[in-house]
């Protein structure tokens, strides 16, 4: 257990998880939430001395940099990463033009602007693309605070980036952001780095260097594991707004107490506990019975609704039409980075542009949810209407807007409002966001758990889009069927390639490609076949007659053969 790291380990919080009450589903992913602030085992989180004095320093370095010429601050990271690094990049550079400064934070995100609401995850092994994309976006600039975001410590894409902003110190900062120790940072090789590097060997040079920063509070592990999306994200975007901020103003307030402050905002989330649990609820029957859950939300409230839906497909393997997310705006579209005209554009980019949404919802199965994100409740009053007329069920998430609700429409409010903290607008919004991101990944994955596709606290559906999942679903084959490492690889690869055959003449690099035409479900199968110990063609025909994954483990579904 001890090797296993922290952002991988599973959280004795929500064990069983799977087997709770809604309410219970809130309450443990909220619990595991306050870790984050309030420490796990022996580590004190966000409120650890040493990690509160380097995040002081670090806003002495972006305070630098907003004040010196031909210079910016680049946010990369892969995943979740990378799109909190985007939200925070966006944020802050409209702050900037609020001031009369220039707006000079940047982003990556590997795979692309695609990548902000669609999983691509295979990139983030890639530490050749990661340099090049960062030579191209910092090249006319002289000095580069960058900051590369891996919650594993393990992204090869953001390694590489670090590599060589620690080889050309001239120009760069670096700074690393993520959860483990860097004694438990990823020791994996990836095919693209050239002389073997690992993210460990990265990572241990970041904190011998002077100048570099390694910012890596141990928060706890996710409620279901591996899940960075969930407290990762969050930390993460804690540590950004908390930085940014205090560099953007003239007080001198420490970094600690402006975590205070969040962390206040987020243990007052409990007292909606009651009403969060009424949505998860819905939104697991709604997935049990293929309706879907939609959310609609402008500015970055919309965004965080994108970013909270795409995210289910690579964690639960869901599908696309589960969980989406609208935008009621063009925010998103207007902030993206410029692309070239033939980069990959994916679909779910399209609903970063605000369309007809009556029609789109139109064909919506009966029974479905829409969610709406603060003031867009207000402002789509008649598309409300119209879908409660076709028995919809219709959640309103009230978090800034101060319009009173009328207690006799029948909509569900979560009113997250009680939450924000009487400050400044900017921490206002800040606040408002994190907490709203809280509540989305709540419905979300309580929602998954209740669909059965979790066990105890593992994602057991989890699609292995890259190397980091490739090896966690060994790990979870490895574990839960109680079989040898061999034999828990031999069956995944066999899921992977639909085959009954050896495939011992392949790389992992091909296996992942395999997976992205390969939308069964790899390991739930490769799991059957290990504990029957029967071939991919019976695991398979097991398979299709299991609609809750999670049985497969319970041994209910066994039974049926
Ligand atoms: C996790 C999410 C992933 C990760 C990505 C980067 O819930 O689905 O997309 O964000 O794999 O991970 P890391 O450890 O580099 O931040």
Redesign the pocket.
Known sequence: MDSIPY?ERRNAITMNIDTDTPEGIVDLIHECNMEVFNGYENHTGLSDDTILNKLDQFVSLVRINLQTENSIIVLS???????IGFLAATFFNELCLQQNLPPKYRYII?GGNSALVT?I?AC?DDPVIGTKELQCITDTYEHVLFVG???????P??GGQLEYCLNNPQKFTPVLI??NPVSMARRTHVSKWINDTTFYDISLRMETTAGALVINPIIGP?PIS?????K??SA?KVILDTVFYLASCNNMMKASEVIEMYRTAVGTMEIEGQDMATVVEQAGECLLNNASIRYVGSSTFGIWGMIDAS?CV??YNSSYNDIRGFMANDYFRKNLNPEPPLSFVSPALHEATPDDLSKTFEDLPPSSIVVFIDKDYLLQKPLVEKLQEKGHHIVWIKILSTELFDPNSNVKIIDLSKCIPSTDVTMQYSSAEIILKLCLNTISTGAHVMKGKVFQNIMIDVRVS?V??FYRAIDIIKSLAGVDYQTAERCLIQSIYQTNDIINDKTIDQHIMAVASNHDHVVPIALLMSLSNCSYTEAKLKMDKCPIIRDICTGTNQSST
């Open positions: 952002t990271g892969c995943g979740t990463s990378g799109r590997a999983s995850e983030e975001i891996t919650c594993g410590l393990s992204a894409f953001v993520g959860f996710e591996g899940s960075s999306r969930m990762g994200g993460t995210e690579p964690t890259n980091k999942l």
